[in-house]
């Protein structure tokens, strides 16, 4: 429904070349908009509260805050190149819709800049050590990282639309 109505996302969408729609640039209320992105809210305020727990980040009077919430649908094909998420704490998704062949989330490891010299990781070196871990969640699945770590999703090969909903937590 929003991916037909909000026009403004439409546009957004198709002058940056995402292939599909997001409502990141257009909808910045849909947990006021809507009453199960309000859960959704509810539901993923104690996820980083827990989180932010386990990074032991010491919050002082200070919060996190959900900053934004939108939603991204995918096209067969379609990809979105490696990036961060500045001037936020905590990132994440939620995944919707997963088909066979939808594209995982890629994780980059942070000290890849850095290792200029370094050989190749063996394609069986554990996941530690490895520069790029792949997470293919199923519909339902939350993930959380923290917002400065490089993350993209490989183009799309399932037949039909990846669909999730991002968030960003910032401290105030």
């Known amino acids: 429904m929003l991916a037909s109505e909000d026009r403004a996302g439409q546009a957004w969408s198709k002058a940056h070349g995402y292939g599909g729609y997001t409502s990141y640039a257009s909808l910045s209320d849909l947990p006021t908009r809507a009453?199960?992105?309000?859960?959704?809210k509810r539901q993923l305020d104690g996820h980083a509260r827990a989180f932010a727990r386990d990074l032991a980040f010491?919050?002082?009077?200070?919060?996190?805050?959900?900053?934004s919430l939108w939603v991204n649908v995918l096209k067969p094909g379609a990809g979105h190149s490696g990036h961060i998420h500045p001037h936020s704490v905590i990132s994440g998704a939620v995944y919707v819709r997963t088909p066979p062949g939808?594209?995982?989330?890629?994780?980059?490891?942070p000290r890849l800049p850095l290792m200029m010299a370094a050989p190749p990781r063996r394609a069986d070196a554990p996941e530690a050590l490895q520069s790029f871990v792949y997470l293919?969640?199923?519909?339902?699945?939350?993930?959380?990282?923290?917002?400065?770590?490089?993350?993209e999703v490989p183009a799309n090969a399932a037949k039909s639309e990846r669909i999730s909903i991002s968030f960003n937590y910032g401290w105030r």
């Open 58 to 67: 010491d919050l002082g009077q200070g919060r996190l805050k959900l900053d």
């Open 35 to 40: 009453s199960v992105f309000g859960e959704l």
């Open 136 to 151: 293919a969640p199923a519909p339902g699945t939350v993930l959380m990282w923290e917002s400065w770590l490089r993350h």
């Open 102 to 109: 939808a594209s995982a989330l890629k994780l980059e490891d």
